[in-house]
Structure formats: structure tokens, C-alpha cells
């Protein structure tokens, strides 16, 4: 179980990208302790990434995002796969020019690596997320069929730097939601995420589920293309607490409410 957020916000609006980054983070950080971090970029393609293993509470005020910057990406791990020793596993994961995170548990990742002849992207890698963001690179144009051959349960988010949009995408046994504005695109793991986000912004978002069985291509805060994939329905995982580090959740959001009012 982790939490995943982000936002495409377009180059001319006002909204702050700090505090709605923030906001962000204290919606989801209570679904993992283990790890946390966070990935942005602009117009230049190149994306920066900042991932530590502590919990969002000590992630919050690091997070400074340029204004410049019209794409992010945040996480918080509660690790299954992949230990959080060796930051690799962490996310948001890097695999060639793709950055990306992801909510859920991919059983057939090894199996994909050797049929596909991926290697993996660091030394004693072993996070069954980073098979989403290999395909994704090596399929480009191609993505939704790629989606096909996972196994598992997938809420995810990636930034290429060989395209210039953000994708999104969900198959089986997570939850995503998406607000919406006039030039803004936020998703999240959790409804109260955007309600956060529209808090702290003084914003008027449309909230709705993602649909399971999509993918969508988001640019300059507003969907450029959208396709429909078929999840592989055959995983059965155990019911899991949303709720995996209510701590994380009490702190983050104290802290996120005294960092508004200074």
C-alpha cells in the first residue's frame, strides 16, 4: 500500500506550486511510512527528483517547487517489494529517461524483465514497480498494450523526458481520483488529497474516480489523449488498510497548517 499524487498545471497559472505540492503529500501521507519523495519538471523536459526514507512529515518542508515547474509527482512507500535501504526501490523510480510512482503490487515483474531483455536500472534493484516505467519507455506510442501485460494492482503516474506530457493510468485494486480546474490537473491516491489542495489554493476543483482500464496523456493542465487498456483481473490480493501510518497523516497535516499560516 503507498500513496500517489501529482499534478499538469499550465504555464500561466497563478496557483502555487509549493503549497498545492505540499497539500498533496499531507492527503496521501498516511498510506506509508517507509519512504517518501517527490519529482518535478518544466518546459526544459528534464526531471528532478528528491526521495528520502523517512515519512511525508519530514518530507513536507523540503518540498520547494520552482515556478517554472508545470509537472510533479509525489509518493509515500509502504515498501512490499524492493527494500527501502537502497533508495532505487523508492520512489518516484528512474528507469532511463523515466521517472515514475506507483500504488500497488506487480507479481510478474521479474518474469517481464527477462522476456522483454530489460535490465534493471541500478545495481540490486528489485521494486516490482520500476517493470511499469521500462515498458513505458520502450513502448511509446504504444503504452496501453504494454499496461496489458502486467499482473497486478496499479495506480500510476510517470513523466518521460522523451515526451513532453504526464501519464496517468489505472488498472485493478487501487484507488485514484482527479480534480480539475481551468488550466490545472491534480490525481491522487485519496479523495481528501484534492479537497486539501483546494483548501490551501482557494480552488474550485471537479473531483471524480479515474476510471480502471485507462490511460490518459496530460498536458499544460488539461487531457491530450486518452486510451483504454484491459487490467489482467486474475490477481487476488488480501484486503489491506487504507490507513497505514496514521502518525504520518496527524503530523504532516499540523505541520502543513502551520507552514500556511506563517
Not at 519530514?58 to 509518493?75: F, G, K, M, W
Not at 487498456?229 to 502543513?256: C, G, I, K, N, Y
Amino acid at each position: 500500500m503507498c500513496g500517489i499524487g501529482g499534478y499538469s498545471l499550465s504555464s500561466k497559472t497563478p496557483i502555487d506550486r509549493t503549497v498545492v505540492a505540499r497539500a498533496l503529500l499531507a492527503g496521501i501521507a498516511e498510506r506509508g511510512g517507509d519512504a517518501a519523495g517527490f519529482a518535478h519538471r518544466g518546459h526544459s523536459g528534464a526531471v528532478t527528483v528528491h526521495k528520502q526514507r523517512t515519512g511525508a512529515s519530514d518530507l513536507l518542508e523540503l518540498i520547494d517547487v520552482p515556478r517554472s515547474a508545470t509537472q510533479l509527482l509525489v509518493h509515500v512507500r509502504d515498501f512490499t517489494k524492493g527494500h527501502p535501504s537502497l533508495g532505487a526501490n523508492n520512489h518516484p523510480i528512474r528507469h532511463g529517461a523515466v521517472v515514475g510512482i506507483h500504488n500497488g503490487t506487480i507479481v510478474n515483474d521479474d518474469k517481464l524483465f527477462a522476456r522483454n531483455a530489460i535490465e534493471r536500472a541500478a545495481p540490486g534493484m528489485t521494486v516490482d514497480s520500476e517493470i511499469i516505467f521500462a515498458l513505458a519507455e520502450r513502448s511509446r506510442g504504444r503504452t496501453a498494450r504494454a499496461l496489458e501485460q502486467l499482473v497486478g494492482s496499479m495506480a500510476t503516474a510517470w513523466l518521460d523526458e522523451g515526451r513532453p506530457e504526464l501519464l496517468l493510468a489505472r488498472g485493478m485494486g487501487r484507488p485514484l481520483w482527479t480534480g480539475t480546474a481551468r488550466g490545472a490537473f491534480f490525481f491522487a491516491s485519496t479523495r481528501v488529497a484534492l479537497e486539501l489542495v483546494a483548501q490551501y489554493a482557494a480552488l474550485e476543483l471537479r473531483l471524480r474516480e479515474f476510471p480502471l482500464g485507462t490511460v490518459v496523456a496530460v498536458d499544460d493542465g488539461k487531457v491530450v489523449a486518452r486510451e483504454r487498456f484491459r487490467p489482467d483481473m486474475s490477481f487476488v490480493e488480501e484486503d489491506l488498510p487504507a490507513v497505514r501510518a496514521p502518525h504520518e497523516r496527524d503530523a504532516t497535516l499540523q505541520r502543513l497548517a502551520a507552514l500556511h499560516a506563517a
